[in-house]
């Protein structure tokens, strides 16, 4: 019974996977078919606020923004794209499959579906694609599309080939409705962290356009400003780095209970510490002169390659009491 | 905080002083280097800067075993590397968390944490008292203004405005035909309770260190374990522990319970429980309690948390001289190896032979053969376990008066008389079963076979504090990240048919995504027009 679930689970997975990745082919094309189109920027109000600020800075001491205040924050809606709309379309219908097959996984093991590598990478990107799918309906971050799916294919390839563990009941260290919060909060953290970075990497790139039109890298119009994007990626890594605060937390209070102590310097207990750490500097880079721009995104990039580092290469490599990758 | 820049948006969430030059350039006497140093030390750069290099020197320790949390891992990195080992050891590389350097790093951060969250609480207590600034003269330069026109009369649209901004939570205050309005002060206290927690958290961690104490002890089944600092195999205390802190409580190991996996076919011997049944009894009290103890469910007695932390098998040895008398009988604990638990220990018997007698034991809990016909074990529990003996004679080096482990055997000063590499096989029991030694020494009996616990008390007076303090940090950090603070405007003109124009703005400190929302809501609802209420966002 239990096999039988999880081949299914696993079959699901496989669909979802295939499902994604015609849904980044459909995100990539868009990206190019319109960054071949119109040269024309353009630029929400928070960039012509910032750009105005800019100039008024040179000139006048008390800085007083001097412009009309801009009356609405939506960008210039471009042309809808046909393959826009279907990259969304198949990410949703994608996450569905892949909803299931985390579900089925759940079942099978009758707990929750986040107790070893192959799990918890299936349930990460789960919740990745979620959120990235539930921050769409606020906001138009289509553009991210390609970002967010192609890393979403990379990753639940790598977990298939190399995760991919039968289930087995959990070690009595798991026993704990922690695993359930820690976790959770965990993975929440990291999808968070995940569009951040993803806001980010777009801000540098298109900083390098700003500064020089020809710098070979076209980005398409729809695009929003270095300014936006990075006022975007703030918020979303501020709510990462709360999910992750509570993780640290949480962590702390469950290996009290299940190791006698709640931070011994573990392998695992100083990633999430760094993580945590960097993540603080970024925030106060945003407050510091001279950081703010593409410096900060630097530095969200970075935290976030310790997320990922944490996640692929301590919990399979680094030698620790967190030895749970099931592997 | 300059007051200066009112009307501008408040800058105060970018550091003001950071590009100030010290006044008076570089000639300043020794108290102006010091200000100059502290104000450097202070500024959010230098704290961005440590911050960073907190988190890069916090990596060596997880690349480098470390004592605290893998003293095995340093010995076995020793005889890997030995070249590199003094060398490391020397940079404290094995004990990062506590190296002069990496304490340099987190205390420089935490002065310049203090200096800075000390002033900045000043500021704040002193911003929290003072009244809304005075209305800038052109609102709609501001980022976000809205304008309405409305009947009536003014001072009644004036009125109205307080109060809609009252019920918004704002503290208003009246300039001319005009109000001014503020809130959001939580979000600097917000800021300063997470800062100031982190500092709460410190000193809990550096106070508990000092005051609290660990320690282990391998307790096999039957037996008891009394709360002393001689009741410990291994025993660390704080600064400020003195014996008698130590609560005399006892605890007796009355039964382990150890369930493994048999259905699963991908995980059959996988433990899935442990719990270990225990009788309590406190020195106050005349009577003994039950109590079990878990993995993720420590017990709580006298302020100390004890864990069930490992596991193993003490086989039950009896060995008997030639003429029968018993010269050594007792559980002894074996360290398991592997998953299958083969278990490997040492029975040393000093006393009672004619001569010194040692023995390597292994204990297979569920025997099986390999095909080269050694034994293993097939499953951890014991089904049906074979303890495997080899017998050594001569000096056991008990009386040199170094301390020797009782789970090692130095075969140097031995001969071995029975097991692999003589003539004689080595020892095999079943439980209940007697064999004699070479040589006429005697005979081993297997009595059978018990379970140890290893248990790990904890007493940490200030663990509560660190609680408190970690949930005041995220309390902090929700109020400061996410309470928006917010300037309000709204001033009436008359103009000359008698209707009212009526200018709304609002100025954001720091990241408020909502500004622009908020101040067309107050708009709408001010001017009674009802459309928008609800957002057309
Ligand atoms: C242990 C070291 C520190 C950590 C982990 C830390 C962490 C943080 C975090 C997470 C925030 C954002 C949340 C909030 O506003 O409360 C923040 C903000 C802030 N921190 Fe720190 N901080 C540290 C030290 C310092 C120091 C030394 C200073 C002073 C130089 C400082 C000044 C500030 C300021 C001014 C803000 C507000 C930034 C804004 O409004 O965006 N922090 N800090």
Redesign the interface.
């Known amino acids: 019974m ?1 096999q039988t679930l999880d081949e299914f689970s696993a079959l699901l997975l496989y669909l979802a996977m295939g499902v994604y990745a015609i849904s980044f082919i459909a995100f990539t094309l868009d990206l190019a078919r319109r960054s071949a189109g119109a040269a024309v920027v353009a630029e929400s109000a928070a960039d012509r ?1 910032a750009r105005a600020r800019g100039a008024a800075r040179g000139s006048a001491a ?8 801009p ?3 939506a960008p210039a809606r471009p042309r809808e794209s046909l393959t826009l709309r279907v990259g969304v379309t198949l990410a949703i219908l994608g996450w569905v499959l892949h909803l299931g097959a985390t579900v089925l996984r759940g079942v099978a093991g009758a707990r929750v579906p986040w107790a070893n590598m192959y799990e918890f990478s299936m349930t990460g990107t789960l919740i990745i694609m979620g959120v990235f799918l539930l921050l769409l309906a606020r906001r138009d971050l289509r553009f991210l599309g390609a970002i967010i799916t192609g890393m979403v294919v990379l990753m639940l390839g790598v977990t298939t080939v190399g995760f991919r563990v ?8 798991l ?2 409705y ?1 695993l359930v919060i820690h976790v959770l909060v965990a993975i929440l953290a990291t999808a968070f962290f995940t569009v951040g970075a993803a806001l980010s990497i777009v801000q540098l790139v298109r900083a390098r356009r700003e500064n020089g039109p020809e710098s070979g890298l076209r980005l398409p119009v729809a695009i929003p400003g270095t300014v936006t994007l990075e ?1 975007w990626a ?2 979303v890594n ?1 709510v990462g ?2 999910f992750w ?2 993780t640290l ?1 949480a962590g ?3 290996a ?12 695992k207990e ?2 999430t ?2 993580i945590w ?2 993540y ?2 970024y925030i ?8 703010r721009g593409s410096r900060s995104a630097w ?1 969200a990039i970075v935290g976030y390659s ?1 997320v990922l580092f944490n996640f692929g290469i ?1 919990n399979v490599f ?4 967190h030895a749970y990758s099931g592997l | 905080m300059s007051r200066s820049s009112d009307l501008a948006r408040p800058t105060d969430h970018i550091e003001q002083e950071d590009g100030a030059e010290p006044v008076g350039g570089p000639r300043l006497g020794p108290i102006g280097w010091v200000r100059f140093a502290w104000r450097q030390l202070t500024s959010m750069r230098t704290a961005l800067f440590l911050l960073l290099l907190l988190a890069i020197a916090a990596v060596p320790g997880s690349l480098v075993p470390q004592r605290s949390s893998d003293p095995n891992g340093v010995v076995q990195y020793r005889a890997d590397h030995p070249d590199l080992y003094p060398i490391v050891d020397a940079l404290q590389g094995f004990d990062v968390y506590t190296s002069v350097w990496f304490s340099s790093i987190y205390l420089l951060l935490f002065v310049s944490l203090i200096g800075c969250v000390l002033p900045r609480t000043r500021q704040h207590w002193q911003a929290m008292r003072s009244r809304p600034p005075r209305t800038p003269a052109r609102l709609s330069r501001l980022d976000a203004a809205e304008e309405r026109v409305v009947t009536g009369d003014a001072d009644d649209a004036l009125g109205r405005a307080e109060a809609l901004l009252r019920k918004r939570r704002y503290r208003t205050e009246r300039y001319g035909a005009s109000i001014s309005a503020e809130r959001g002060y939580l979000r600097e206290t917000g800021n300063l309770v997470f800062h100031g927690s982190l500092v709460g958290i410190l000193v809990a961690v550096a106070v508990g260190g000092s005051l609290g104490y660990s320690g282990q002890k391998i307790v096999v089944e039957g037996e008891p374990f009394v709360n002393y600092v001689g009741g410990y195999d291994s025993f660390n205390r704080g600064r400020l522990v003195p014996d008698t802190a130590l609560d005399p409580y006892r605890i007796r190991l009355d039964r382990l319970d150890i369930v493994y996996e048999r259905e699963n076919e991908n995980a059959v011997g996988q433990p899935i429980d442990y719990t270990a049944h225990v009788t309590v009894q406190q020195p106050d009290s005349g009577s003994a309690a039950d109590a079990d103890i878990k993995v993720n469910e420590p017990l709580q007695i006298d302020g100390t948390d004890v864990y069930l932390l490992g596991n193993g098998y003490a086989p039950r040895i009896t060995v008997r001289d030639a003429d029968g008398d018993v010269a050594f009988s007792g559980a002894v604990p074996f360290l398991p190896q592997d998953q299958q638990m083969t278990s490997v220990g040492v029975a040393k018997i000093p006393d009672g032979l004619p001569e010194q007698l040692g023995m390597i034991g292994f204990l297979y809990p569920t025997v099986g053969q390999l095909e080269s016909g050694a034994l293993a074990s097939g499953f951890p529990d014991l089904l049906d376990p074979v303890l495997s003996l080899n017998v050594y004679r001569g000096d056991l080096g008990l009386d040199t008066g170094v301390p020797v482990s009782v789970y090692t055997l130095d075969t140097d000063d031995l001969t071995q008389i029975a097991g692999r590499g003589t003539d004689v096989p080595a020892v095999e029991l079943r439980p209940g079963e007697t064999q004699q030694l070479p040589d006429g020494l005697g005979s081993v009996t297997f009595d059978g076979v018990s379970r140890f616990a290893s248990l790990e008390i904890h007493h940490d007076p200030s663990q509560g504090w660190v609680l408190a303090f970690s949930i005041l940090v995220l309390a902090g950090l929700l109020a400061s990240l996410f309470v928006p603070r917010r300037r309000m405007w709204v001033r009436v003109h008359e103009e000359q048919d008698g209707r009212l124009r009526v200018e709304y703005a609002g100025l954001a400190r720091g990241d408020d995504p909502g500004l622009a929302a908020a101040v067309r809501e107050l708009a709408d609802e001010h001017s009674g027009s009802e459309r928008t209420v609800g957002g057309t966002t």
């Open positions: 239990t606020v008390g800085s007083v923004a001097t412009l009309d205040p009356r609405a924050d039968d289930v087995v009941p959990l070690p009595p260290a026993q704990s922690w006022n703030y918020r501020i780095f709360i605060t509570f937390i702390a209070i469950w009290e209970h299940a190791w006698g102590r709640y931070w011994g310097w573990d392998t100083v990633w510490f760094i750490v960097i603080a500097g106060h880079a945003r407050a510091t002169r001279g950081w530095l310790a301590v680094f030698k620790g009491l």
